[in-house]
């Protein structure tokens, strides 16, 4: 899943975890202070070990702390049966993410203001951050997204977690039948891209 801060990466993931059981929260590891029950904390020197040995996917730095996808959590995850799903916060990271493996690519997305009033609402102390990372974001996808690249475009403010979770878990479903032999998914027409 891609998109701005509240854009409910979070909640659909809980929603697609309802849904299916399968699917998990692929927890990133992190360095650097703030939210942690998302991620597994690590040092600067166990990121860099784990650097060196090849195992970081990608990595993101952003309000002060540094984020990265470890491969073998991926690895482990598949091998007992469970649905990664992973919160990318730039289009770069994205692309090496799915560089490597197949991947249902998702955009979610919210209005500047639906952002603002989401962050204030959740008691954020660093809205006017989340601000400039939605301002990244819109960037990001203007330069850096081709056409047709997301499977699912869903605007979280006009749909609700349960249904965004719906649409994200039948469209997975779609992407890995073996009937779907590579012909593009449908998209929702409410769920066109912010512009």
């Avoid at 040092?43 to 990595?59: C, K, P, S, V, W």
């Avoid at 996808?69 to 990271?93: F, T, Y």
Wanted: charged fraction near 30%; charge should be negative; aromatic fraction near 6%.
């Amino acid at each position: 899943m891609y998109g701005p801060p509240t854009s409910g990466k979070s909640t659909t993931t809980q929603a697609l975890h309802r849904l299916d059981p399968r699917f998990r929260l692929l927890r990133k590891l992190k360095v650097g202070t703030g939210r942690a029950e998302e991620y597994h904390l690590v040092t600067a020197a166990r990121l860099d070990e784990l650097r060196q040995a090849g195992r970081t996917l990608a990595e993101t730095y952003r309000y002060g702390n540094t984020y990265a996808i470890d491969r073998a959590e991926i690895d482990d995850m598949g091998q007992a049966g469970l649905i990664p799903v992973a919160h990318i916060g730039n289009i770069a990271d994205l692309r090496r993410l799915v560089d490597r493996d197949p991947w249902l690519r998702v955009l979610l997305w919210v209005p500047r203001e639906v952002c603002e009033q989401r962050s204030r609402h959740r008691g954020d102390v660093d809205t006017a951050q989340r601000l400039a990372a939605w301002e990244e974001t819109l960037t990001d996808l203007e330069t850096g997204s081709d056409e047709g690249f997301f499977h699912l475009r869903l605007h979280t403010d006009r749909i609700g977690p349960d249904q965004a979770a719906r649409e994200i878990a039948d469209a997975f479903h779609t992407l890995t039948s073996p009937s779907h032999a590579g012909r593009p998914l449908a998209e929702d027409a409410q769920a066109r891209p912010a512009g």
